[in-house]
């Protein structure tokens, strides 16, 4: 295990060293001069050439990915052109509003597919398992942007049930401001006894959240029932049957069980994907979070935040990946052996 | 468990022609309604300019007094913010972003498989350098990667294109490469080897027509996914420049208006949504008749 565990740290930090080298030639090419974005509107050529000097990029590439190299070991991830903040503190504060966003997407995308997949499972090729396998298509080919839109024009704008944008009533600001201990809305409103503040969190959730889980969801229920079909056949699960067991039972505890594992893999790599899905779902609700900051960040041309939120979300979905390897490994020792 | 009496015929026993596809697509109609989808859209994309009623509108044409008008008789789908009708700007969308699928999985697969192949024929330290690298790719969501590619790249279809392709290629090296792999391990193979044939002829004649099935059925799946990313990106702004009548800069551009004027968004939303609803379903269908084992995650 141990042997396991390190040859997969060491092929995720390769990886990591990749995608910071990628990110940045990638950047580095950018045509606009984000010296002179910088410098504000109408510099004169000295103001230019002195924030060129400033940001360090009169140097040459090799030195400038060196020295980004270095800065990323050191917790520099360059300044913003934009905001002017350290890009690392701006990304600290932009991220826990997207995890958050995204981790009640994937939990209303778990709490819908697992019964659906089951279901569609249970009674393969019944008009219910065409409808599901339809809907999670339909789940999978949803342009998200577009359903943002139209759920916010329907939910907020017709029906006026839920609010359209923003992560809390702004009338909460003083009446109940929230004290930021974690980052997380949801987590320290409550800590700290809020729970006005928590109720309008979470209206505000709702919206994003269901349009981010519209993929996953799609794709979860696809995946359960491909495996709860593919184990249901096997010796083990005919045994529970032959031995009494209820017909649920043999799906929902014995079936799903084995089924948890390619799921989890399949979870993590959908949570990265998500992240990204924040790109055209945040601007849209006005939620503070990494999407938001990288929309901005693209609009304004600033390169060391686009570079800093590429390379952040990169970041974590090798991480989530890496655990979920070595957890799976840990579970299952056949892993390890390949 | 006791078998219901099969009313299928005796093994050995000839269906008649024609027959067992029939069952096959009995047993199968998201497949046969996918299928059905995807050629109607092809059709409307081929004949839009016969079946727009205002074909000129999906170019550079502007009605200053028809702006902004809803839904009604002459404008099925209304009107934009110049005036321009939107059925026949979604109409004509429809040759947009299959046109972009097909050249984005073209250039993948150009890029992807002979990669694969290489690595999985080859193994050894070039199977090693091509998946390291191949690892770094997947590493990024492939909106993200295409997203940063766009934005350094001035916004044209083209550059989108390529921003996708250049994302789109390792998940084809990585299907290939394992595929590649177990055939080349083969005792036929071996004895292909033993008897001299060229090394190009055994690549060509039974490494890659064996390993191709399955990139058939993950390449027509595919085709929704990148009509997807490829509206994100245009979505963005990154993508398709005015006047293209691009179902995902239409949404963007509807976006500033629809408060009042929800058409401009819907409809060429619900195009996106059914075309890539459609090679979806397709996709999913042929996987199911062709490759039943697999599954894929995307």
């Given at each position: 295990m141990t042997v396991y565990v390190a040859r997969r740290v060491a092929l995720a930090v390769g990886v990591v060293a990749g995608v910071i080298v990628l990110t940045f030639v990638i950047a580095h090419v950018v045509p606009g001069d984000p010296a002179a974005t910088w410098a504000?509107?109408?510099?004169t050529a000295a103001q230019v050439a002195a924030a060129r000097r400033y940001l360090g990029l009169d140097r040459p590439a090799i030195v400038q990915l060196l020295s980004y190299f270095g800065g990323i070991l050191s917790g520099n991830w360059g300044v913003s052109i934009h905001t002017h903040r350290p890009v690392l503190s701006d990304l600290a504060a932009a991220a826990p509003a997207s995890l958050e966003l995204v981790t009640v997407a994937m939990l209303i995308a778990l709490v819908v597919a697992v019964p659906l997949g089951l279901i569609s499972a249970r009674w393969p090729g019944r008009v219910g398992d065409h409808t599901i396998r339809a809907g999670s298509i339909l789940g999978v080919s949803m342009p998200i942007f577009w359903m943002a839109l139209i759920l916010q024009l329907f939910f907020s704008q017709r029906l006026h049930v839920l609010p359209a944008a923003g992560e809390y009533s702004p009338g909460l600001l003083f009446s109940h401001p929230l004290t930021r201990l974690t980052g997380f809305g949801l987590i320290d409103a409550p800590l700290t006894g809020n729970w006005p503040m928590f109720g309008s969190i979470l209206t505000h959730l709702v919206l994003p959240a269901v349009v981010i889980a519209a993929y996953p969801a799609g794709l979860l229920t696809r995946m359960i029932r491909a495996q709860v079909l593919d184990t249901v056949g096997d010796a083990h699960v005919q045994m529970v049957r032959a031995l009494g067991f209820p017909e649920r039972a043999v799906f929902a505890r014995f079936a799903m069980k084995l089924a948890w594992n390619p799921v989890a893999a399949a979870i993590a790599l959908v949570f990265g994907y998500s992240l990204v899905n924040t790109f055209l779902v945040e601007a849209i609700f006005d939620w503070p979070g990494l999407g938001s900051y990288a929309t901005t960040a693209i609009a304004n041309l600033d390169r060391p935040a686009i570079l800093g939120v590429t390379l952040f979300i990169a970041l974590v979905y090798v991480v989530v990946n890496l655990v979920v390897d070595i957890i799976q490994a840990a579970i299952d020792p056949r892993i390890r052996l390949r | 468990m006791i078998e219901a009496?099969?009313?299928?015929?005796?093994?050995?026993a000839r269906l008649p022609r024609g027959e067992t596809l029939r069952r096959g697509l009995a047993a199968n109609p998201l497949l046969v309604a996918g299928g059905l989808m995807s050629a109607l859209i092809l059709v409307v994309a081929l004949l839009a300019p016969l079946l727009?009623?205002?074909?000129?509108?999906?170019?550079?044409a502007t009605h200053p007094f028809l702006v902004?008008?809803?839904?009604?008789?002459?404008?099925w789908f209304g009107t934009d913010n110049v005036g321009r009708d939107i059925y026949s700007r979604v109409l004509y969308g429809a040759r947009i972003s299959p046109l972009i699928a097909v050249v984005v999985l073209v250039l993948a697969c150009a890029i992807g498989v002979p990669l694969g192949v290489a690595a999985g024929y080859f193994g050894g330290w070039l199977d090693e350098a091509i998946m390291r690298v191949t690892d770094i790719f997947l590493a990024f969501p492939s909106l993200l990667l295409a997203l940063a590619l766009a934005e350094v790249l001035p916004p044209s279809l083209i550059t989108l294109t390529i921003a996708i392709a250049v994302t789109w290629w390792p998940w084809y090296t990585r299907l290939i490469r394992g595929q590649a792999a177990s055939v080349a391990g083969r005792p036929y193979i071996e004895s292909c080897r033993a008897l001299g044939i060229p090394r190009r002829r055994i690549i060509f004649r039974h490494i890659l027509p064996n390993s191709i099935t399955p990139l058939i059925v993950q390449v027509s799946l595919d085709v929704g996914g990148v009509i997807l990313t490829a509206s994100a990106l245009s979505f963005l702004g990154l993508g398709a420049q005015e006047p293209t009548p691009d179902w995902g800069l239409m949404v963007s551009d509807g976006q500033n208006y629809f408060l009042t004027a929800w058409w401009v968004v819907t409809f060429p939303g619900i195009a996106i949504l059914v075309t890539a609803f459609a090679f979806t379903l397709l996709g999913d269908g042929l996987r199911d008749l062709l490759d039943p084992k697999r599954i894929f995650l995307r």
């Open positions: 504000g509107p109408h510099p | 009496p099969s009313t299928l015929p005796a093994a050995g727009a009623p205002f074909p000129a509108d999906a170019g550079t902004l008008h809803p839904p009604s008789a002459q404008h």
